[in-house]
């Protein structure tokens, strides 16, 4: 009972600020929000970053998430705490420190062949330092979780280390690596803040949706910044809805 | 485990009570552009010594201000960069009382002893210089740049060599100071506290001097303390003090 009340509440409570910002705007709102071209690149820039951020977060949080879960090292406990210091730092010291790295010696470097520093680039590996945290972090734990008997049988059957990897681990793994994908990608539609030191706030370059809604609430566009928001919630909602009935075909939704 | 976690849950949540009789002590929320963000930050603790009254500041460009202050509808006072977002935020019914509190001119500043050679507004198109500006949108800053380069017709050639849009004159002069842009605009009085920033003389950008203004919300709850806030802002001595150290012509 107390329990049902807790869990309730929580997500009334999600409900009822959807349902605010439902009520501030009106489906005009939201059609001049959508026919802005600034909007439409916003949008446009915010779906391929997110995106490519998360293949990146996968790619690179597949094989950490392996080493971490299926090894023991030297070391581990602290790898283990440095994994996580995305998650705990502030964005805006995120952003603050990636603005510093690009200013070091190795960064100029890069910088002199490809310019980074308030670039798409740039709005890209602010999303990815972020949402690789919560990709590798979800891998660990689905990794931890699968029992290893499979791959040892499989290894006495005469497969080699990486065929027990590729062909019994992952396809067990097929769940974690969505719930990863997914939860990195909604990590990087919101992230805000080290996008906006690390890559400015630049109308039609480096704006992405959450600029969008800082910028449209600074000139006072409040309907706008309200449905910038909902397109939000909304692309965010169905993306990760289509990835959890695709993610969970067997079981119930 | 069950009883020890409601337990800990009670006493974070005294803590927190705690806390918050701390932020109600009596004191003023103050709406404050960053371009008056170091002098207001030294009045404020003069003013706390005076009185004993708390003045909470809440930075931000002069734009996301206002439109923070039009939700909100909470506050005492707001202080704008230029007169033109007092006079909107006037318009909106918001503001009781209001006043021209110091002179800011927009300049175009450089990297320290100005590495890049740039001599005039041209020069930000130069292959290799990256210029940055405060949003037009967002910033106070922003909008008087575009509004000069429109007025000498530079605007045109120059809106395509803006390498990055930032959304406060405080985030341009970092940027010059950490080097990642070679010149921006900014306010002469914002320039004035980086030695890391040289400014470079362009005689047009002195016809667009502008205010930055004080006022007080119709929202206060506080309205009497608001009022002596701002004559002390204005008047007293030691407050003025503070602005000549700082290097703020008032008005």
């Not at chain 1, 080493?67 to 790898?79: D, E, L, P, Q, S």
Request: hydrophobic share 50%; charged share 15%; glycine share 6%.
């Amino acid at each position: 009972m107390v329990m049902g009340i807790v869990a309730s509440t929580y997500v009334i409570l999600i409900l009822a600020m959807v349902l605010a910002d439902f009520f501030y705007t009106t489906p005009s709102h939201i059609f001049k929000a959508l026919a802005s071209s600034e909007i439409q690149y916003a949008i446009k820039l915010s779906l391929i970053s997110s995106t490519i951020t998360m293949v990146l977060s996968v790619i690179v949080a597949i094989p950490i998430g392996y080493f971490m879960a299926r090894y023991n090292f030297k070391f581990k406990k602290i790898i283990d705490a440095i994994l996580d210091i995305p998650i705990v730092l502030p964005p805006l010291v995120v952003g603050l420190s990636l603005l510093l790295l690009f200013q070091t010696t190795f960064g100029q470097f890069i910088e002199s062949h490809l310019r980074i520093t308030y670039t798409i680039y740039a709005v890209v590996i602010a999303q990815f330092m972020v949402a690789c945290a919560f990709a590798v972090r979800t891998m660990y734990v689905t990794f931890s979780q699968i029992n290893n008997r499979q791959e040892q049988v499989a290894l006495t059957l005469g497969c080699n280390q990486r065929q027990s990897f590729f062909y019994i681990l992952l396809p067990q793994a097929k769940s974690g690596i969505l719930t990863a994908a997914s939860l990195a990608w909604a990590r990087a539609l919101g992230e805000f803040g080290p996008i906006l030191i690390f890559a400015g706030a630049t109308r039609m370059r480096t704006e992405v949706l959450p600029t969008t809604v800082f910028l449209e609430m600074s000139v006072g566009n409040i309907e706008a910044a309200v449905a910038v928001s909902l397109i939000m919630i909304a692309s965010g909602f169905l993306v990760l809805l289509v990835v959890r009935l695709y993610g969970t075909k067997k079981n119930t939704i | 485990m069950g009883k020890s976690c409601i337990i800990a849950l009670f006493i974070l949540f005294f803590l927190m009570v705690g806390c918050k009789k701390k932020q109600e002590q009596k004191s003023l929320l103050l709406y404050c552009a960053a371009v008056v963000k170091p002098v207001l930050e030294e009045v404020v603790k003069v003013y706390y010594k005076e009185t004993g009254i708390q003045i909470d500041l809440q930075y931000g460009g002069s734009g996301t201000l206002l439109a923070n202050l039009r939700i909100a509808k909470q506050g005492d006072l707001y202080l704008s960069a230029d007169a033109s977002y007092m006079q909107q935020a006037i318009k909106y019914n918001l503001i009781k009382e209001s006043k021209p509190l110091v002179a800011i001119t927009p300049v175009l500043a450089v990297v320290v002893n100005n590495p890049k050679q740039i001599k005039n507004i041209k020069d930000v198109c130069t292959e290799g210089v990256r210029f940055g500006i405060a949003n037009p949108d967002a910033a106070s800053i922003g909008s008087v740049t575009k509004n000069m380069l429109v007025a000498s017709g530079d605007w045109d050639t120059v809106k395509n060599c803006i390498y990055v849009q930032m959304p406060t004159v405080s985030d341009v002069s970092n940027a010059l100071k950490l080097k990642t842009i070679d010149v921006g605009v900014i306010w002469d009085v914002t320039a004035n506290q980086y030695k890391e920033i040289d400014t470079v003389k362009i005689d047009f950008f002195n016809e667009f001097k502008e205010y930055a203004t004080v006022g007080v919300l119709k929202s206060s709850k506080q309205e009497k303390e608001a009022l002596e806030f701002m004559s002390f802002l204005l008047h007293n001595a030691k407050s003025k003090r503070v602005f000549k150290k700082l290097g703020y012509n008032m008005y």
